[in-house]
């Protein structure tokens, strides 16, 4: 088996034209991304015209996974073998050109293209469910209450493989005209990350102390 850091060869469809210098192709950048991604698109076309909807991914192996209700209507769609392209970015930085129009960002995205396998076993659909809990919060999943049989039937899994994929990563200072470089105009990077704020309890039912997995709550890469 090809190791992680080995190229996997461009199709036709996933070759960067625009900035090639920009694409990456190694599963392990490509993982990288998709695991420290929080959003997915999933894109597909359905009775002749475009449809997206924002959804939340998680990866296991080689493999990207989408749950939903059964209702779905792309995850039905989907079902019958139809392709999907999903895509997640990462904004690194708000890239500041002394020009207007050069102004940039840095960011680490990919694209994969797909067709998506129906997960029925409600075994491998409940390492699914942790898988997404556990991406978004890692130990949570131990700490929630663990899904019915009945849950688990009512909840779509899609199985997509992490084979035709581009990862497109822009990195770096602006990238000003020559004649631009001594403007007097400030110029470099606004670095940004997402972060989140303090934790709100519901105050519904128990208060409960806040488990240590939030309190130290960061979203650094997975290592
Ligand atoms: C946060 C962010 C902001 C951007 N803003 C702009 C913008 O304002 N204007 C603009 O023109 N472009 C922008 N881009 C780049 C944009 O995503 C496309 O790469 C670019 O527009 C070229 O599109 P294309 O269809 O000509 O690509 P092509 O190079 O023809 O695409 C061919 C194949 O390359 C791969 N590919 C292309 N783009 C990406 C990508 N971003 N990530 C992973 N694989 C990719 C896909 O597999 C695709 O099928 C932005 C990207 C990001 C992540």
Redesign the pocket.
């Known amino acids: 088996m090809a190791s992680p850091d080995t190229p996997s060869e461009p199709t036709e469809?996933?070759?960067?034209?625009?900035?090639?210098k920009r694409?990456v192709y190694d599963r392990k950048t490509i993982h990288a991304i998709l695991d420290e991604a929080m959003l997915c698109h999933l894109a597909v076309s359905m009775d002749g015209a475009p449809c997206i909807i924002p959804t939340i991914h998680t990866r296991i192996g080689d493999a990207l996974y989408l749950h939903g209700s059964t209702h779905n209507r792309l995850f039905r769609h989907l079902a019958t073998g139809a392709e999907a392209c999903l895509?997640v970015?990462l904004?690194d930085g708000l890239v500041l050109a002394r020009s207007g129009l050069h102004h940039s960002?840095n960011?680490r995205?990919?694209?994969l293209?797909a067709q998506g396998t129906v997960i029925d076993d409600l075994a491998e659909k409940n390492r699914v469910l942790e898988a997404l809990v556990e991406g978004l919060i890692p130990g949570r999943w131990a700490d929630s209450r663990q899904p019915t049989d009945s849950e688990r039937r009512a909840t779509a899994v899609l199985r997509f493989p992490i084979t035709e994929?581009?990862?497109?990563v822009?990195q770096g200072p602006p990238i000003d005209d020559d004649r631009d470089r001594d403007l007097p105009i400030w110029a470099g990077i606004l670095p940004t990350r997402l972060c989140v704020g303090e934790p709100i309890q519901d105050q519904a039912g128990q208060i409960v102390p806040l488990p240590a997995y939030l309190r130290d709550y960061d979203r650094l890469p997975r290592t």
């Open positions: 469809r996933t070759r960067l034209q625009r900035n090639p694409a895509s970015t904004l960002m960011y995205s990919v694209i293209y994929a581009s990862a497109k822009r």
